[in-house]
């Protein structure tokens, strides 16, 4: 039991399983899956699809704060890489060919990538601060969108393309899939190869790694570039769903959700150690939160206050200090466990 | 001129004891300071020197004894409070404000007051007279930032004046100056002096200390050794009270000091006239196939400095390093690596251990390191590098899964120790790899070194305890002032001669 209550992805769990129960409670259609033509539909359905783009960037920025960084760029990355590729779409004859539409996504990425590139020659090469850098690409990435469309909002018509964010394969959407398939790859990469660990190294102790030989230029400069690519995929859903290339509203605000989800999947802003599953539960809170406020009917203008109270309860429920102040009221005969040993470590001075 | 013994104490501690978690950092230590006087502390790494001075100023609570200033029991909660009796610091790293003002920092607090708030006009001259009155001669509207460190510290100073110290703590505060702000510095120090004030002054420059000071404080352990008048301390007789002469069960070791080794082959390493600015001046070293060489000298004599430079952690001004005969520049620890070097730093938490990675991947990260992210090092190898460091060095508790961070000193050590030798070097240096850990450890780790040294394995070992480094070493570079000074057969030399060679500045008494 301990064990369980110990594991570090308890309370980020615990606190989505209590956001469903709350809403199934409220209403009992919240949990209904019903099948049409093959394919399930429901509210947590909803959320699987919907939750495609904040998953894909917050996986970048996962690994970019685990660096002791942060990419304020990702959504204004997402607008770039939707307009290049609904621009491609619209200019071709062919807009419905299969051809078309793979150019146009990989010429969107390829951008995407550049851009995260960029982001990351500033910081690991050039030494500026992240946030400082990746806010150049936030504020001119949506001027670059802008002139890619030539200041409009391009709309196309593609069914193909339109199948990304709206289709199914089998029973489950396809934009489902395509976060799967990110987190797979990224864990993988992360965790079978050692750039998990090197990367956790470098968050933790820069001079440490740096004396032992790690490469920590090209570790960071790749998590920017993996952020950059993530949110170029994002972009594409994003435009998939939309059919338009909307260089404002594409991706806004998005880089501060991801952060959001980050660290309510219990990966700590000041890098390091790193939790991809935190991550997707992170995420999933979010977007579940989303669903609760259009599912319960809050009122436009009371839902940011409805959706920031939310959260500062989530954060207050994972908070090791809250912990400790529970058990010293409600005199649990846990207390024995060490109370914050780091607190009380006192470094002695010579 | 020395201060009269007659004259009243203006700061007087009597059984200073402070307790941190596990350790005593203090231990019932007597120190007093007379006005008009200046009063060296002297004493190794985690003698105690920075802890007094933090009960002094208020920084840390006492757990037992009594601070009396100018007469009065002081019972300094923050340093405001000890400001307020009147004690000063200015510390190493200067703690003004690097943007505002010369003037601003000087007057900061205490700005003249006019009908219409402050007076700025007023405010500047005022801090113009005071730092004038040390014979400083800055425009006070400048930014501070914009003069050099040493000036800084002359500004420090003056706000110190400003506040009406009569007490001035200078700690370490000659550490980046060059020889000609020095003799300014001591000059405004000696005026200062002149002028009653009593200053308590840190510095490991040996020569420095004797220059200028009337009165010397040893401290060693957290334990007073003694307070002496300069003229009758001789300097190896400081030396040896700051180093102290304790006896332990480690004669096993002592072979290895004895032990032949061959040194008409190309050395492993050779560097001659390395240095640079601000860190090292100029130092020879070499080291041939199986030989340990041990760098003697007291903090700060440029140990550290060296071997940062060899290893590419810093890179040098000037001088040449050889690699197994082939001229080298080392750019980087990660080139260092690919020419077999290894380094352990003296610093364990801060460049040592990555704290909250297990106690395995702290291990291995050496090795992964230089095969890159994408060839990981398989759970089976990894398991087996593991296994034989942490029974060959006795790393406690066995887990490998824990927390690098949770261990104690002397088992990071062991962790460290195994992360190099895990990467095979032909020379591995060790900054300290046995300062601050128990008895067993630096025993564990001092059999470890001798053992792979007699299999052929190139050693450079740093220490401040001479008696180890006689031990492990069979020759020793003597470092002083930033300088390689010369060279010693261990077996040739005992601990005084050692102690006479790091003191004497020629260090004739061999010849």
């Known amino acids: 039991m301990t064990a369980i209550i110990k594991h570090r992805l308890f309370w980020p769990a615990s606190a989505l399983v209590v956001l469903i129960t709350v809403n199934m409670l409220a209403n009992a259609s919240f949990a209904r899956i019903t099948v049409r033509d093959g394919h399930l539909y429901g509210a947590l359905i909803d959320i699987l699809r919907q939750s495609a783009p904040l998953m894909l960037v917050a996986l970048g920025m996962t690994l970019v704060i685990a660096t002791r960084g942060i990419d304020l760029s990702v959504g204004a990355i997402m607008a770039v890489s939707g307009a290049v590729a609904l621009t491609i779409i619209d200019g071709s004859e062919d807009p419905g060919g299969f051809g078309t539409i793979m150019i146009a996504i990989l010429v969107a990425l390829l951008v995407s990538l550049v851009l995260g590139a960029w982001n990351g020659f500033l910081v690991s090469v050039l030494g500026i601060q992240p946030i400082i850098a990746t806010l150049v690409l936030m504020l001119a990435g949506r001027g670059t969108a802008l002139l890619i469309t030539s200041g409009e909002i391009t709309t196309v018509v593609s069914a193909p393309f339109k199948q990304i964010a709206s289709g199914y394969l089998v029973i489950l959407p396809v934009a489902f899939f395509i976060w799967v398939a990110a987190v797979v790859v990224v864990g993988v990469v992360e965790r079978r190869t050692a750039l998990g660990m090197l990367t956790e190294a470098v968050g933790i102790n820069p001079e440490?790694?740096?004396?032992?030989?790690?490469?920590?230029?090209?570790?960071?400069?790749?998590?920017?570039?993996?952020?950059?690519?993530?949110?170029?995929?994002?972009?594409?859903?994003?435009?998939?769903?939309?059919?338009?290339?909307?260089?404002?509203?594409?991706?806004?605000?998005?880089?501060?959700?991801?952060?959001?989800?980050?660290?309510?999947?219990?990966?700590?802003?000041?890098?390091?150690?790193?939790?991809?599953?935190?991550?997707?539960?992170?995420?999933?809170?979010?977007?579940?939160?989303?669903s609760t406020i259009l599912f319960l009917g809050v009122a436009p203008a009371k839902s940011p206050v409805f959706f920031a109270l939310v959260v500062i309860f989530v954060v207050l429920v994972q908070s090791p200090r809250v912990h400790r102040w529970g058990r010293s009221v409600f005199g649990s005969s846990r207390t024995s466990s060490a109370p914050d040993e780091d607190a009380e470590k006192k470094e002695v001075a010579a | 001129m020395p201060a009269d013994t007659d004259v009243p104490l203006i700061v007087e501690m009597r059984g200073i004891t402070i307790r941190f978690p596990g350790v005593l950092a203090l231990d019932n230590v007597d120190f007093s300071?007379?006005?008009?006087?200046?009063?060296?502390?002297?004493?190794?790494?985690?003698?105690?020197?920075?802890?007094?001075?933090?009960?002094?100023?208020?920084?840390?609570?006492?757990?037992?004894?009594?601070?009396?200033?100018?007469?009065?029991?002081?019972?300094?909660?923050?340093t405001a409070d000890a400001q307020a009796a009147g004690i000063s610091t200015v510390y190493q790293e200067i703690n003004l404000c690097p943007n505002l003002s010369v003037g601003e920092n000087v007057m900061l607090g205490h700005e003249k007051r006019g009908r219409f708030g402050i007076d700025w006009k007023s405010t500047f001259e005022e801090a113009e007279h005071h730092?004038?009155?040390?014979?400083?001669?800055?425009?006070?509207?400048?930014?501070?930032?914009?003069?050099?460190?040493?000036?800084?510290?002359?500004?420090?100073?003056?706000?110190?004046?400003?506040?009406?110290?009569?007490?001035?703590?200078?700690?370490?505060p000659t550490s980046s100056l060059d020889r000609g702000e020095v003799e300014q510095l001591f000059g405004v120090i000696r005026s200062l002096r002149d002028r009653g004030v009593a200053i308590l002054f840190v510095s490991h420059f040996l020569e420095q200390v004797y220059e200028i000071s009337d009165r010397i404080t040893v401290l060693r352990n957290?334990?007073?050794?003694?307070?002496?008048?300069?003229?009758?301390?001789?300097?190896?007789?400081?030396?040896?009270?700051?180093?102290?002469?304790?006896?332990?069960?480690?004669?096993?070791?002592s072979a290895s000091?004895?032990?032949?080794?061959?040194?008409?082959?190309?050395?492993?390493?050779?560097?001659?006239?390395?240095?640079?600015?601000?860190?090292?001046?100029?130092?020879?070293?070499?080291?041939?196939?199986?030989?340990?060489?041990?760098?003697?000298?007291?903090?700060?004599?440029?140990?550290?400095?060296?071997?940062?430079?060899?290893?590419?952690?810093?890179?040098?001004?000037?001088?040449?390093?050889?690699?197994?005969?082939?001229?080298?520049?080392?750019?980087?620890?990660?080139?260092?690596?690919?020419?077999?070097?290894?380094?352990?730093?003296?610093?364990?938490?801060?460049?040592?251990?990555?704290s909250d990675l297990t106690v395995a991947e702290n291990m291995i990260l050496g090795i992964q390191a230089q095969r890159g992210w994408l060839r990981r090092v398989r759970k089976s190898e990894q398991d087996a590098v593991v296994g034989e460091y942490m029974e060959a060095l006795g790393v406690r508790p066995a887990d490998p899964t824990m927390p690098a961070g949770n261990l104690s000193g002397g088992n990071q050590q062991k962790v460290l120790?195994?992360?190099?030798?895990?990467?095979?070097?032909?020379?591995?240096?060790?900054?300290?790899?046995?300062?601050?850990?128990?008895?067993?450890?630096?025993?564990?780790?001092?059999?470890?070194?001798?053992?792979?040294?007699?299999?052929?394995?190139?050693?450079?070992?740093?220490?401040?305890?001479?008696?180890?480094?006689?031990?492990?070493?069979?020759?020793?570079?003597?470092?002083?002032?930033?300088?390689?000074?010369?060279?010693?057969?261990?077996?040739?030399v005992n601990l005084d001669h050692l102690i006479d060679y790091i003191a004497h500045k020629e260090g004739s008494v061999l010849q």
């Open chain 2, 222 to 253: 957290g334990q007073l050794v003694g307070e002496h008048l300069v003229e009758e301390l001789p300097r190896d007789a400081l030396v040896a009270e700051m180093i102290g002469r304790e006896l332990d069960d480690l004669t096993a070791i």
């Open chain 2, 33 to 78: 300071l007379r006005p008009g006087e200046i009063h060296s502390l002297m004493g190794e790494n985690g003698a105690g020197k920075s802890t007094l001075i933090k009960a002094l100023t208020g920084v840390y609570a006492i757990d037992s004894g009594s601070i009396m200033v100018s007469g009065e029991h002081q019972s300094f909660v923050t």
């Open chain 2, 131 to 172: 730092m004038a009155s040390l014979g400083l001669d800055v425009d006070s509207r400048s930014i501070l930032e914009s003069h050099s460190i040493a000036i800084q510290q002359l500004i420090a100073i003056s706000r110190a004046m400003v506040l009406d110290a009569k007490v001035l703590i200078l700690d370490e």
């Open chain 2, 257 to 354: 000091a004895g032990r032949e080794v061959d040194r008409t082959g190309t050395p492993v390493l050779r560097a001659a006239g390395l240095g640079k600015r601000g860190m090292l001046e100029s130092a020879d070293v070499s080291v041939y196939d199986g030989e340990v060489v041990g760098l003697a000298g007291l903090l700060g004599s440029g140990r550290t400095e060296l071997v940062r430079l060899l290893y590419g952690a810093d890179r040098p001004d000037t001088g040449e390093i050889d690699v197994a005969g082939v001229r080298q520049r080392v750019q980087s620890p990660r080139h260092a690596m690919a020419r077999g070097m290894a380094f352990s730093s003296e610093n364990r938490r801060a460049e040592g251990v990555v």
């Open chain 2, 417 to 492: 120790l195994a992360r190099w030798l895990a990467t095979a070097p032909e020379l591995l240096i060790l900054d300290e790899p046995t300062r601050g850990i128990d008895v067993g450890a630096k025993a564990d780790i001092q059999r470890k070194v001798a053992e792979l040294s007699a299999q052929g394995l190139s050693v450079i070992f740093i220490s401040s305890e001479l008696e180890e480094v006689l031990r492990i070493a069979q020759r020793v570079v003597v470092m002083r002032d930033r300088r390689s000074i010369g060279e010693l057969e261990s077996s040739k």
């Open chain 1, 208 to 290: 440490a790694s740096r004396l032992a030989g790690v490469r920590s230029r090209g570790i960071i400069w790749t998590a920017y570039i993996a952020s950059g690519v993530l949110a170029g995929v994002a972009g594409i859903i994003y435009s998939s769903n939309t059919m338009a290339a909307d260089a404002n509203s594409a991706g806004y605000l998005i880089e501060l959700y991801a952060i959001l989800a980050v660290v309510l999947g219990g990966t700590s802003l000041m890098g390091g150690k790193f939790s991809i599953a935190g991550t997707v539960i992170g995420v999933l809170i979010v977007q579940t939160l989303e």
